[in-house]
T-cell receptor, first 111, second 113 residues
Framework: KNQVEQSPQSLIILEGKNCTLQCNYTVSPFSNLRWYKQDTGRGPVSLTIMTFSENTKSNGRYTATLDADTKQSSLHITASQLSDSASYICVVTGGYNKLIFGAGTRLAVHP | DAGVIQSPRHEVTEMGQEVTLRCKPI?????LFWYRQTMMRGLELLIYFNNNVPIDDSGMPEDRFSAKMPNASFSTLKIQPSEPRDSAVYFCASSSLQGALAFFGQGTRLTVV
């Protein structure tokens, strides 16, 4: 069964600290993996998109990694800011361009 | 570009009524997606269009849901008749390529009472 599992479900960190969010998938075939940030009450915003051959991709303080062998991805946030408080959603594109969504990780950055 | 524009932002309706959600994609984007988001089920893809043609509607929950894209700049998602379990936030997104990053609208929060 095609699934995308994210961990942790929620996370609280102090401003300035780093954190890493995990995404494990069992989707096959695999086309690409995306990370979205969704602020409360707003639509998701794309952070990164990675294909099979890409191991790492950065977008400012956000760095995503992908291990296609173990079917794992991570999103690392460096020097967190209060504005990083949001839900982070991992989405995997599988066969026939089917999108499989993770449940998301809710991140709270406290001062 | 103003981004993906959805209307209305909020909709409260009584069970049994028809609801129509509207979306204007980013100009030049060939793909348009309709999603539904709830606390219980997270984000779900309902249907997507390519060049105004529905490609995959397997996510549409039942016959009460229908979506149209009469032209490249406008799409609607209609629920008739609406039920309380349809209460959710409905997002529209567009992208230039299927594999490219999609840009989301602000969503329509639908409440069916």
């Amino acid at each position: 069964k095609n699934q995308v599992e994210q961990s942790p479900q929620s996370l609280i960190i102090l401003e300035g600290k780093n954190c890493t969010l995990q995404c494990n998938y069992t989707v096959s075939p695999f086309s690409n993996l995306r990370w979205y940030k969704q602020d409360t009450g707003r639509g998701p915003v794309s952070l990164t998109i990675m294909t099979f051959s890409e191991n790492t991709k950065s977008n400012g303080r956000y760095t995503a990694t992908l291990d296609a062998d173990t079917k794992q991805s991570s999103l690392h946030i460096t020097a967190s800011q209060l504005s990083d408080s949001a839900s982070y959603i991992c989405v995997v594109t599988g066969g026939y361009n089917k999108l499989i969504f993770g449940a998301g990780t809710r991140l709270a950055v406290h001062p | 570009d103003a981004g993906v524009i959805q209307s209305p932002r909020h909709e409260v309706t009584e069970m049994g009524q028809e609801v129509t959600l509207r979306c204007k994609p980013i100009s030049g984007h060939d793909y348009l997606f309709w999603y539904r988001q709830t606390m219980m089920r997270g984000l779900e893809l309902l249907i997507y269009f390519n060049n105004n043609v529905p490609i995959d509607d397997s996510g549409m929950p039942e016959d009460r849901f229908s979506a149209k894209m009469p032209n490249a700049s406008f799409s609607t998602l209609k629920i008739q008749p609406s039920e309380p379990r349809d209460s959710a936030v409905y997002f529209c997104a567009s992208s230039s390529l299927q594999g490219a990053l999609a840009f989301f609208g602000q969503g329509t929060r639908l409440t069916v009472v």
